[in-house]
């Protein structure tokens, strides 16, 4: 439930612990101590969400605050925002966003929130069809589970051709990781060649693209994903 301005007086602590607290100042002359939580605009005029310490919410329009907490609203910007920004960036990104499948229960389901790695990508190559792929994966499955961390992340690329068979053998092998699309592996093999030239493949790239060998050896692996 909104709050009135005054009302907002009256309950605001006047220290403050937390660095997303800040004393703002209306125009009046009025303070309070408050989060700024989200700000949107309307008919040319911002206006910011706030917290109380409480919990409670307040709205007030920059027309309403001082002119120098009016310049930090319009300058404000959300926590995600300057998350993503520093978030690391490779050359797989433009491939890689939106082109990810994960299985979800018993299907391949369409992967939007890849959580980016820090230092490498493991690009899987692997198929349905491939005998020594069905003995290896599960130990790159076990391998996965005890050793995942923000360092590094697995994608498979297939060389399935039926995408019914690529879903069957993730359900299969009970695959923890995202695979690129079968309609995009084609093209992902073709921009960046990794030399691959039998299956299983764990090909471990930095994120400007430098690729630092194939890793099937999984105690190497972990050494250099830790």
Request: glycine share 6%; net charge neutral.
């Amino acid at each position: 439930m909104k709050t009135s301005f005054c009302v907002l007086i009256a309950c605001a602590l006047v220290s403050s612990a937390q660095a997303e607290f800040r004393t703002w100042t209306r125009s009046d002359g009025k303070t309070a101590e408050l989060e700024l939580v989200s700000v949107s605009e309307s008919g040319g005029e911002k206006s910011g969400e706030f917290k109380m310490r409480d919990g409670r919410a307040v709205t007030l329009n920059s027309s309403v605050l001082s002119p120098a907490d009016a310049e930090l609203l319009a300058a404000w910007k959300p926590a995600e925002t300057v998350a993503e920004t520093s978030a690391s960036v490779s050359v797989f990104d433009d491939v890689l966003d939106g082109n990810l499948v994960k299985l979800s229960g018993k299907s391949l389901k369409t992967f939007r929130d890849l959580k980016k790695p820090a230092k490498y990508y493991v690009f899987y190559y692997t198929a349905s069809w491939c005998g020594p792929c069905h003995k290896f994966t599960p130990s790159l499955v076990e391998f996965y589970d005890k050793n995942k961390n923000d360092n590094f992340e697995i994608v498979l690329i297939t060389s399935d051709s039926d995408e019914d068979a690529m879903e069957d053998y993730a359900k299969e092998m009970k695959m923890p990781w995202p695979q690129l699309k079968l309609k995009k592996a084609a093209g992902f093999k073709k921009d960046f060649k990794h030399g691959v030239t039998g299956i299983p493949s764990v090909i471990v790239c930095e994120l400007d693209g430098k690729m630092l060998g194939n890793y099937r050896d999984l105690a190497a692996l972990g050494k250099l994903v830790k």
